[in-house]
């Protein structure tokens, strides 16, 4: 089967840095995928990591380790539009995702 | 980009009857596609991969017979929800990518659908 594991809530203040972490277990893993939805929206693609390392995409970045099963995103300058919730995705055989339970952001002022 | 658009963005309708939701990819062409469920303050779970011109392929614990998927051309999947009960009404997601095995994902904007 696969799992994923993600902390169900994090909240900082604007300009913060903050790093969601995701651990998983999962069977013929491709990459892991992360997704930022918004209430009553769609997931939207953030990253993609297939290989271990650091990926960056202007404020947020994720990283990957495939030895530890690992891998984060990183949001950094919080700003209030970055309150979402945020999704990491194991990626599979067929281009099957299977999702983590989601991180709540909540940014303050 | 790749868009991908869902009809209707949200319906609601009386318990036993059937509801259809399109999944449009607008700009691309799409083998495959796949369809989520996701309950309030919940993840997405997958129910089914759908593949055009072949039978889609269900998620354990998914009835097929309830929800019924059809993918007739590369642009092109729907969902029935057959004989809807209030157990039903969540929010449907569907997605697709442009093909290669490793190609990222593009979602549908939702389809919200409440059963009375």
């Known amino acids: 089967g696969q799992s994923l594991e993600q902390p169900s809530e994090v909240t900082a203040v604007e300009g913060a840095i903050v790093q969601i972490n995701c651990t998983y277990q999962?069977?013929?893993?491709?990459?892991l995928s992360w997704y930022q939805q918004h209430d009553g929206g769609a997931p939207t693609f953030l990253s993609y990591?297939?290989?271990?390392g650091l990926e960056e995409t202007g404020r947020f970045s994720s990283f990957l380790s495939r030895s530890d099963s690992y891998g984060y995103l990183l949001l950094q300058e919080l700003q209030m539009k970055d309150s979402a919730s945020y999704f990491c995705?194991?990626?599979?055989?067929?281009?099957?995702?299977?999702f983590g339970g989601g991180t709540r952001v909540l940014v303050k002022p | 980009g790749a868009v991908v658009s869902q009809h209707p963005s949200w319906v609601i309708c009386k318990s036993g009857t059937s509801v259809k939701i399109e999944c449009r990819s607008l700009?691309?062409?799409?083998?495959?596609m796949f369809w989520y469920r996701q309950f309030p303050k919940q993840s997405l779970m997958l129910m089914a991969t759908?593949?055009?011109?072949?039978?889609?392929?269900?998620e354990q614990g998914v009835e097929k017979d309830k929800f019924l998927i059809n993918h007739a051309s590369l642009t092109l999947s729907t969902l029935t929800v057959t004989s809807a009960h209030p157990e039903d009404s969540s929010f449907y997601i569907c997605?697709?990518?442009?093909?290669?095995?490793?190609?990222?994902?593009?979602f549908g904007p939702g389809t919200r659908l409440t059963v009375l």
């Open positions: 995705a194991s990626k599979a055989a067929g281009n099957k995702l299977t």
């Open positions: 999962t069977s013929g893993f491709y990459g």
């Open positions: 990591n297939a290989l271990d």
């Open positions: 700009d691309f062409q799409a083998t495959t």
């Open positions: 759908s593949n055009e011109g072949s039978k889609a392929t269900y």
């Open positions: 997605s697709a990518g442009r093909g290669a095995s490793t190609d990222t994902q593009y």
